[in-house]
């Protein structure tokens, strides 16, 4: 995992980063204010991160390795996007809902990154606690997986990301 990427990792996955933002909301009884999704894709023989996160706020961010300069390509978005917002509003109540059904670490343990090809972990993130479950993208994609709702709000997310950065003026891309 290169730095930028697990430094955009890291932002999303603590907490902390939301405590002076005003109308912060706590989802559920895991008092939930962060959810996503992070796949691993092989690029040859290295295997490479793609991570999309949404918080209670209605912020979402999509972030991935590549092979730029930087090793980090990515988008941000959500406000003024309905689309966009709906579906990761429902990854993030998805996310509140299957906390419960995750491994528990504390908020201040760093999230364990999958090595393996065609993994997802699914995450929620609370001010104690990150809830984590890995899948096999394969059994993800079954819709009798109790985590594939999640797992599909998360695809939307990513397509719609992308049709964001389609419809925007070459000028105003990254």
């Given at each position: 995992m290169n730095k930028a990427y697990e430094n955009m990792r890291a932002f999303w996955l603590d907490a902390?980063?939301?405590?002076?933002?005003?109308?912060?909301?706590?989802?559920?009884p895991d008092k939930i204010v962060a959810a996503g999704v992070e796949m691993t894709l092989a690029d040859?023989?290295?295997?490479?991160?793609?991570?999309?996160?949404?918080?209670?706020l209605g912020d979402s961010s999509l972030y991935f390795e590549n092979n730029s300069k930087?090793?980090?390509?990515?988008?941000?978005?959500?406000?003024?996007?309905?689309?966009?917002?709906?579906a990761a509003a429902h990854m993030l109540a998805y996310g509140s809902?299957?906390?419960?059904?995750?491994?528990?670490?504390?908020?201040?343990?760093?999230?364990?990154?999958?090595?393996?090809?065609?993994q997802v972990c699914l995450f929620a993130v609370s001010k104690q606690y990150i809830f984590?479950?890995?899948?096999?993208e394969q059994e993800l994609r079954n819709p009798e997986n109790?985590?594939?709702p999640m797992f599909a709000y998360s695809q939307q997310v990513i397509g719609l990301f992308k049709k964001q950065e389609t419809q925007q003026p070459?000028?105003?891309r990254a």
């Amino acid at each position: 995992m290169n730095k930028a990427y697990e430094n955009m990792r890291a932002f999303w996955l603590d907490a902390k980063n939301l405590e002076t933002r005003k109308g912060i909301l706590e989802i559920g009884p895991d008092k939930i204010v962060a959810a996503g999704v992070e796949m691993t894709l092989a690029d040859g023989e290295i295997i490479k991160h793609l991570l999309v996160a949404t918080n209670s706020l209605g912020d979402s961010s999509l972030y991935f390795e590549n092979n730029s300069k930087s090793g980090l390509g990515g988008m941000i978005g959500g406000h003024g996007n309905e689309p966009l917002q709906q579906a990761a509003a429902h990854m993030l109540a998805y996310g509140s809902k299957l906390a419960s059904h995750m491994t528990q670490i504390p908020a201040s343990q760093t999230l364990p990154a999958s090595l393996k090809e065609g993994q997802v972990c699914l995450f929620a993130v609370s001010k104690q606690y990150i809830f984590y479950k890995e899948v096999p993208e394969q059994e993800l994609r079954n819709p009798e997986n109790p985590f594939y709702p999640m797992f599909a709000y998360s695809q939307q997310v990513i397509g719609l990301f992308k049709k964001q950065e389609t419809q925007q003026p070459p000028s105003a891309r990254a």
